[in-house]
């Protein structure tokens, strides 16, 4: 059975091939730092289940050294843009295929999982979609190389291209999930939702389903996170006060609220995943600002939404 | 209350534009510090707290591996950029005469949400179709309608790319029963011994959906006319470019 080990080993292969061929890159002043994060990257895919909790966080704690003391731009050996559009021109519309067999196999993988008798024997049935993506870019990569000829080592110089215009936030999103398991062994949701709770007069429904609402948008757009977000505000207010108090249907409440929640994400660089990697894979100029294009597209969208949510919250939760 | 020291850290690493991994450890160091302090704390004490927060920071780090192994998909699509795919995504949107910057992104916005409401989440995403397709092709969109782009409205329609992208995921994907955030809220209230079906929180995602599909059409709308107004004056001023529309 594929599980996700094997990905991890696939995937420590990938920013392993990274680390070296960073280190060999003559055109990077900074080669050795970037060398030396993927290589930890690349040993947190491959050993962080044997080198216990504190080697990882001591693990953890290089990254973010080297990542604060700054990342180079590696300057792989590509084709020219003249070359590019010559391959465009001859190939066609048949460049888009390989790109599409990523979902392609990623869906049909998880659909054999839950679908078939012996899916689940082939493939890990609690990570199915992302081993399933794994198996689809592997086999993307195939297709491509037997048909386009490149360089053996394209697709990891090309990788390491991309990879290094992504740079160091590539791990945000997984540092902020980890972020999240500290602040709630700390007790931080408890805190934020009594002080919530304090300061509003919650008792008329609209309020407290604006109160709810907004609460659930802000401490998302803190958090980056409407699902760190979601048991602190519910519990706080949704539960006590909309629900308990004000009569209002939990089923609507709740799922509406979630996505009171989205529409902080739409408006916080805290949700790195959606709104920094996105900044940087595009080569945004201003991508370093806490409010970057990507985000300031989205907040015109978000805070409409967001008052909408709260009218449907009111008109719907209570019958 | 101390223990919120670590939000203040987030807030205030972000005003100072520090390092966001900086931040995000600095945060959890504070958070274990702060919740392990009593007047009565010593230096071992602390010391202990810090050491306990990094392990328990490096556990969470590692378990959650799999949100970064995401990454290797970049090499296949570093591969077709290798052959020209951003060049034939803009040669092919170039010849479709109708296209304009927010009709190319509401079709793909209006794709996102439905594929994501039948939990089809995997079609799409900044790696594997904003950067290689979707950004490209509208740049392709707007330089056949109005020539070569300026910077600013070339930031601007690929950050519009990547808005349309996250709206649409956002906004569809509670829709299906079996999607993480849906489980989360039947979880939670099971714990409060509240028992609801996914089926009946994922209708309840509908009227919002269909909220931020109107909201959504008519911002890429106001995007086309904002373009049309900023670009198209300019080419008119271009000799022999003007085009009827574009008057007076």
């Known amino acids: 059975m594929i599980t996700l080990q094997h990905a991890y080993i696939v995937g420590g292969f990938f920013f392993a091939a990274l680390a070296v061929l960073s280190a060999l890159d003559q055109e990077n002043a900074r080669r050795l730092r970037n060398a030396l994060f993927w290589a930890l990257l690349a040993l947190s895919f491959w050993g962080g289940g044997f080198i216990g909790d504190l080697g990882n966080g001591v693990l953890a704690l290089g990254l973010v050294a080297l990542a604060a003391f700054g990342l180079g731009q590696g300057k792989p050996k590509t084709t020219t843009p003249e070359e590019r559009r010559a391959s465009a021109e001859r190939r066609g519309n048949l460049l888009f295929l390989p790109a599409l067999i990523i979902p392609a196999v990623a869906l049909a993988g998880t659909l054999i999982v839950q679908h078939t008798e012996w899916g689940p024997r082939l493939i890990q049935d609690q990570h199915k979609t992302l081993i399933a993506l794994v198996i689809g870019v592997l086999i993307a990569i195939g297709v491509i190389m037997l048909w386009l000829r490149p360089p053996l080592l394209a697709p990891l110089q090309e990788g390491r291209r991309l990879m290094d215009s992504v740079g160091w936030a590539a791990l945000l999103p997984q540092m902020l999930a980890s972020l999240g398991a500290v602040f709630l062994a700390a007790g931080v949701g408890d805190q934020v939702g009594r002080l919530f709770a304090e300061y509003i007069p919650l008792d008329t429904r609209t309020i407290a389903v604006a109160a709810y609402c907004i609460g659930m948008a802000l401490f998302t757009i803190i958090m980056g996170n409407a699902f760190a977000a979601f048991p602190v505000m519910t519990a706080a207010v949704g539960l006590p006060f909309v629900i308990n108090a004000l009569g209002g249907d939990p089923a609507p409440v709740c799922a509406i609220g979630m996505l009171a929640g989205f529409c902080g994400t739409l408006m916080t660089p805290m949700a790195a995943n959606f709104n920094v990697v996105p900044a940087n894979l595009l080569e945004l100029p201003d991508r370093k600002l806490a409010l970057n294009g990507v985000i300031r597209a989205q907040i015109p969208t978000a805070i409409p939404l967001l008052i909408a949510n709260i009218v449907l919250m009111r008109l719907l939760a209570f019958p | ?248």
Do not use: C
């Open chain 2, 1 to 248: 209350m101390l223990v919120l020291l670590g939000i203040a850290v987030v807030v205030f690493g972000f005003i100072v534009r520090a390092n966001p991994l900086l931040v995000v450890m600095a945060a959890a160091l504070t958070t274990g510090l702060a919740a392990a302090w009593t007047p009565a704390a010593d230096l071992n004490v602390m010391l202990a707290a810090a050491r306990d927060t990094l392990a328990s920071f490096g556990k969470a780090f590692n378990d959650a591996r799999y949100i970064s192994l995401t990454w290797i998909l970049l090499a296949a699509i570093g591969l077709l950029e290798r052959a020209g795919l951003q060049e034939r995504a803009r040669i092919t949107i170039a010849g479709v005469k109708a296209a304009t910057v927010g009709r190319l992104l509401w079709v793909y916005f209006v794709i996102r949400q439905a594929a994501a409401a039948v939990g089809l989440t995997s079609l799409g995403g900044h790696a594997q179709m904003v950067r290689p397709l979707v950004a490209p092709m509208a740049e392709g969109a707007a330089e056949a309608k109005f020539g070569a782009l300026p910077d600013k409205q070339r930031y601007l329609i690929r950050s519009h790319s990547a808005a349309a992208d996250n709206i649409g995921l956002f906004f569809g994907e509670d829709i299906f029963i079996a999607i993480a955030s849906i489980l989360l809220i039947k979880g939670f209230l099971e714990t409060y011994g509240i028992i609801v079906e996914p089926l009946q929180l994922s209708v309840w995602a509908i009227p919002t959906a269909i909220a931020a599909l109107i909201i959504h059409s008519v911002r890429l709308w106001l995007l086309d006319r904002n373009l049309k107004s900023a670009l198209g004056a300019r080419k008119q001023e271009a000799p022999g470019a003007a085009s009827p529309e574009a008057a007076p």
